[in-house]
């Protein structure tokens, strides 16, 4: 397959991530179908379309004839061979379940035309713990997008031992046209490039206020204004969810056995709390706006 002959996208899951992959596949002329079997978060991805779209005109971003466009190439279903069946490219974004998504691919290896590519966007789950599950291993790929998605440029893609070259340079160009920076990760490794390094970032930073060496505020005040990052690692843990940053963590830890990968006292604490970030309301900063 050539990227000039993806036309149909289809994006499994209409959370956060899902909904914002999608839409931007949408304003960068691809036909969209955003799918999730809860019809409930179907009409939350709608209706943040209907707000979205119309927001980007008033700020000057699109046109009124672009943003119209992009409205009329998207459609939402909760029923999965309607989304997939005539699908060129398939990303999906569901939680963050090994088991999950292995079933995922299962039914989409059923319903997709065989010459489909199908492309996981976990954020530390490796391609190779799915692909046993389908007969199209050259055609299953990480394809890792951030969050925001419609705001964040980078896009990771890792070629996993079973992935073509063909494959590899198509999802490189198709991020490209979806308006990407795209890198290419020749190996699989665990949580890529960016959560490699912001793993490590994080894991001392909590171990400094486990440490009770400084206060997470104080922390995030050092690495922006020192280091010059948009937001210090507390800030960031309740924006990607700090139970993310810890299913990561334990996915590290049981995959090599090495207890610095442990996640630290203070994320088990918030977990067993469920004070998971801004998506619970509080996480190391409370969002009276969440709630």
Known sequence: MRVEEIKKVCVLGCGNMGSQIALNAAIHGFEVINMDVKEEMVAKASAFKDQYLPGRVQKGRLTEEQAKAAAQRISYTSDLEKAAGGADFVIEAVLERLDLKRQVFRELD???KPDTILATNSSFIISS???????RPEKVCNMHFFNPALVMELV????GPHTSPETANVVMELAKKMGKTPVLLKKEVYGFLVNRILMALMDEATWLA???VASPEDIDTAVTKALGHPMGPFRL????????????????????????HKPSPLIVEKVTKGEFGRKSGKGWYEYKEQK
């Open 110 to 112: 059923r319903i997709c």
């Open 156 to 159: 990771e893609v890792v070629q």
């Open 210 to 212: 486990d440490m009770k």
């Open 237 to 260: 843990m309740d924006l990607t969810g700090i139970d993310l940053h810890y299913d990561i963590a334990m996915e590290l830890y049981r995959d090599t056995g090495d207890p610095k």
């Open 129 to 135: 713990k799915i692909v046993d599950v389908t007969k």
